[in-house]
Structure formats: C-alpha cells, structure tokens
C-alpha cells in the first residue's frame, strides 16, 4: 500500500487517492474491502472519464493470483479480471484460440473493458461485453457471489456494462473461438467513394473502418480478413507513429498549418498490408497521448453526423489534430449498452492531448446527440441523470441492482453518484 498520485493514460484525469493497492489474494482483497468506504478499481487507465477517480482506496488488480482456464468444449475460457487484455490474448494463442473481436489497443484490463462496452469493428460482432458469459464478484460486504444468465440472471445483466457500480471483478468467463490469423491492408481512398461502397465493403470484409482527417475529402481505409496461418508481424502497429508526432507537435505550435498538412499526410500514405495471428494484428502501439469522445449512432445516420461535424470543423477552421474513426458495432441486448437500441456506426473524435480539446468536444457532442448518438462510457461525454434515463430504458433496473449490492455506495466516486445513486 502506498500514498501516491494516479492519473489517467491521457493525463487528463488527475487523483489523489488516500491509499493505491495492489492486492495479491481475495483473502487479502476483502481486508481492504472491509477497511474502506470508498473504492474504485483501475486497470491501465484508459477511460477518459473519471471512472477510476477516488480519495478513497484505487485497487490494482492486475497481480492477483489466478490462470487461464479452458472449458472443455473449447467455447468459453475464465481468466482474472484484472489481466490485461494483451496477456489474456498471448495466453489464448498459446492454448489455440482467440477472442472472437479486439478493439485496436491492448493495455486494458479485462474487467475494464468489458464494464465499459469496449469494442472493436465489425458488423456482425458485438462489443466485448457481448462475450462476457459469467462474472465471480467480490460484493461491497466482501462477500463473493457468480452470476450468470441461469444464476443470479438479473445481477448478470446489470454486471455485462456496469462502469464497475456493483462489485470487484475477480474472474470472468467468456467467449473464445479456435485461433485464427488475420491480413490487414490500408489504402487511402476517397471519402465519397467510401461512403457510396460502405454497405459492400461491410459485408465483404470480417472487418472494416477508416480514419477521416476533417481537412482531407480522401479517408485511410483499413480492413481485416482471416488469412492462412503465417509467422508475427514485422511491425507493431499500423502507422508510422514517429511522423505522427512530429505532425502532431507542429499543429500544436502552428494550427493554421492544420488543414494543409493534413492534405500532405494522406498524399504520402501508400497502399499497405501486415498478416499474422489475430491477437497481434488486431492491436497497435498508440504512443501519442490524445483525447477522445465517441459516439455510437444508428447506422443509417453515421455518415451524416460524421459530414455534419467535419463541416462544422471546416467552417470555424478549428485546428482538430487527429483523424476521426468510424467503425461498425452489431447491436446488443445489455441493460447500459450503447449499442442497445440495434446496430450501430461507431464515431471516435480525438484531439492531441497537449492541446485544446473540452470546448471543442462540447460543440460536436451536440452534433453526435442530434443524430441519435450514445456516448461510450469512458469517453469524453456530459450526460446527466435525465439524459441516462431518456437512453437506457433500464436504468431503473440498473440503480435498482446496484442498491441492493451496494446500499451504502460504497463503489460510487464523485461522477457516477449524479448518474446512478440515490436521488436527493
């Protein structure tokens, strides 16, 4: 145990928690359960929000004793909730399979990810929580509960999305498939032919998405198939970070360069392709610290929000330094999903981290909520109580669940007492 400060991966989110621990065991877990009044849980930090904050206790699960486990019909594994998801895939590969869909970064934990409907792309696959089949729970009394769709079924589908409300993810089972390798190819193409093509290229490729530079009328294309076994990628990621930044610290210093050197960016990106196991295709290093808010939106209205806000940036000149990112989410049936409501066009809008961004994000959220946009949890977004209960018909449910799990909020910070505590 330690007294220290605890930021955020962007640096945006800054606390000072009265004490940071990094427990080993659940016989030690539930001592610092009972010893606190106020607790929250961080995995790499990669909520924008103030998911983790606290001037309580911050647990750290990422060292808590536990193994892979593989159902013997190969259909599902249980692993620690606080690994990260690049250790759970590593060790999914060396037993012969994958997790069905990624996001394209691998530093969160588990539990994070899944408690905050991260996702990756695809048009018939669901967010991560969509895989999530059971949950081993240490409750606010320190008391371990498993919940599933046959036991504890209501608690199981408040935990799927739960922003972490209800309890300390210990072990979580899940969906696996046999492991599969992946070709990646990235070309850039124009905006308007992406657009006119979106529905064939969704159901031609297992995988698709671009990046849309608002000053740029061409988009960076990406899209993942399976492919025949073949050895690790030679690079890690899928751009050339180091340009990146450079590019990224000459907006920051001289914005009105935005839009042209945007247009010499996408000049210079040339037809691309990386193969080699899922679990190392799907991620890439992201070492260029950015903000970011995203949205999810009824499919048939992505493209209009995406022209809508790019035409906003163009008119004011605003010196938006990253590209955005669209991608397709099938639609799920959990209680605090974004994607709830059927399948959706995924928007995530980034800034550079050194540079201005809470204004900039409030104009475009509105723009995102006009076209029927949903925020992803642990990205940027300003919803209120209203707003939670006019999105998510089973907020109710949920506020009710996690008042009977943890009656004195004991897993409740300063951001989500407003949006699902008591009421005053």
Request: with cysteine; glycine share 8%.
């Amino acid at each position: 145990m330690a007294e220290a400060q605890w930021q955020n991966w962007s640096g945006s989110v800054v606390a000072t928690p009265a004490t940071i621990a990094t427990p080993r065991d659940e016989r030690e877990l539930a001592g610092l359960v009972a010893a606190h009044d106020r607790i929250r849980v961080t995995g790499a930090g990669h909520s924008f929000m103030p998911l983790c904050e606290t001037g309580g206790l911050l647990l750290r699960l990422e060292d808590m004793e536990g193994e892979l486990e593989i159902a013997s019909d190969g259909k599902s594994a249980r692993a620690p909730a606080g690994w990260s998801l690049a250790r759970l895939t590593e060790a999914l590969w060396e037993h012969g399979y994958s997790l069905p869909n990624q996001g394209d970064v691998n530093p969160q934990s588990i539990a994070g990810a899944i408690s905050t409907g991260t996702h990756g792309t695809g048009a018939v696959l669901g967010s991560l929580s969509t895989m999530a089949r059971g949950f081993r729970l240490m409750l606010a009394d320190g008391s371990i509960v498993e919940c599933s769709c046959e036991t504890e079924p209501e608690l199981f589908e408040a935990q799927r999305v739960s922003l972490g409300l209800l309890g300390i993810a210990l072990e979580i089972r899940f969906d696996i498939v046999p492991a599969y390798h992946l070709v990646e190819h990235i070309r850039a193409v124009p905006m308007a032919e992406v657009a006119e093509r979106w529905d064939d290229l969704a159901a031609a490729h297992r995988h698709v998405e671009f990046w849309a530079f608002p000053y740029s009328d061409d988009v960076i294309l990406k899209a993942l198939d399976p492919c025949d076994p073949c050895p690790p990628p030679a690079h890690a990621s899928d751009m050339d970070e180091k340009a990146f930044a450079l590019y990224c610290k000459t907006v920051r210093r001289l914005p009105k360069l935005t839009a042209s050197l945007q247009r010499q960016l996408m000049k210079h990106v040339k037809p691309s392709e990386r193969r080699g196991p899922a679990s190392r295709i799907f991620p890439s290093e992201r070492g260029v610290r950015f903000e970011e808010m995203e949205h999810q939106l009824p499919r048939e209205s992505g493209f209009a929000a995406l022209r809508a806000v790019i035409d906003w940036i163009r008119s004011k000149k605003l010196p938006v330094a990253f590209p955005f990112e669209y991608r397709l989410v099938a639609g799920d049936d959990i209680w605090l999903s974004p994607f709830h409501a059927g399948d959706c066009a995924s928007i995530s809008m980034h800034q550079y981290a050194p540079m201005a961004w809470k204004a900039l994000f409030g104009e475009a959220e509105t723009i995102f909520r006009d076209h029927g946009g949903r925020p992803h949890w642990a990205k940027r977004h300003t919803l209120t109580r209203e707003d939670v209960d006019r999105l998510y018909p089973k907020a109710a449910d949920f506020r009710r669940i996690r008042h009977d799990v943890d009656p004195n909020g004991k897993f409740l910070n300063p951001h989500l007492a407003p949006l699902f505590g008591e009421t005053a």
